[in-house]
């Protein structure tokens, strides 16, 4: 069955600090891939996604995320982090060709940032 | 404009209690789903509906049960509540079923069972 791991389930960061989260998946074949993002006490977001193309992709907010299929990574990064962009972020994979209803999602890594 | 919305936002009700949450979407998509957030707060798909049809039907215990009477709506009713309902459930559309397709959330509906 596939699966996907985010290795790191709470992170601190300082203001300005850069951001990498990682991200893993289990399957074989192409896939297609996102990053959602939940603020407190709110829905989750499209950060990004990935179907085909160039593996870096950049989204909204400075985020942007690398493919890499050798690894079965996709992770996020920021350059530069603000007390905004505490949140949950989760990773999420489907099947290339599979149906939206196969969604799987990462168990989320908690981003808070110290202004 | 709010794309996808459920009410209520927050529910408090007794064990045994019969509730409902109601979900719409007017982004004119055909797609609309129900997730269940635990308090690590994975995501689980629990229900898929395409044009108002079932598609995915997770292993949910048969108490909830969910009804689109159109293809903007998709009602979860849920029978006989118990403690391990405690959730947040999250109501979801996208435009089709294609794996290209990003979904849109709503604000999510807080369940609380005493």
């Known amino acids: 069955a596939q699966s996907v791991s985010q290795h790191n389930h709470h992170v601190i960061l300082s203001e300005a600090a850069s951001l990498e989260l990682g991200c893993n998946y289990s399957y074989g074949g192409t896939v297609n891939l996102f990053w959602y993002v939940q603020y407190p006490g709110q829905h989750l977001q499209l950060l990004l996604k990935?179907?085909?193309?160039?593996?870096l992709v950049k989204g909204i907010k400075g985020f942007e995320a690398e493919f890499i299929k050798s690894k079965f990574s996709f992770n996020l990064r920021k350059p530069s982090v603000q007390w905004s962009d505490t949140a949950e972020y989760f990773c999420a994979v489907i099947p290339y060709g599979g149906s939206q209803g196969n969604l799987i999602f990462g168990k989320g890594t908690k981003l808070s940032v110290k202004p | 404009d709010t794309a996808v919305s459920q009410t209520p936002k927050y529910l408090v009700t007794q064990m045994g209690n019969d509730k409902s949450i109601k979900c719409e979407q007017n982004l004119g998509h055909d797609t609309m789903y129900w997730y269940k957030q635990d308090s690590k707060k994975f995501l689980k798909i629990m229900f898929s509906?395409?044009?108002?049809?079932?598609?995915i039907n997770e292993t949910v215990p048969n108490r909830f049960s969910p009804k689109s009477p159109d293809k903007a709506h998709l009602n979860l009713h849920i029978n006989s509540l118990e403690l391990g309902d405690s959730a947040v459930y999250f109501c979801?559309?996208?435009?089709?079923?294609?794996?290209?397709?990003?979904?849109?959330f709503g604000d999510g509906t807080r369940l609380s069972i005493l």
């Open positions: 979801a559309s996208s435009q089709d079923t294609g794996s290209n397709q990003p979904q849109h």
């Open positions: 990935y179907f085909s193309g160039d593996p």
């Open positions: 509906y395409n044009n108002k049809e079932l598609i």
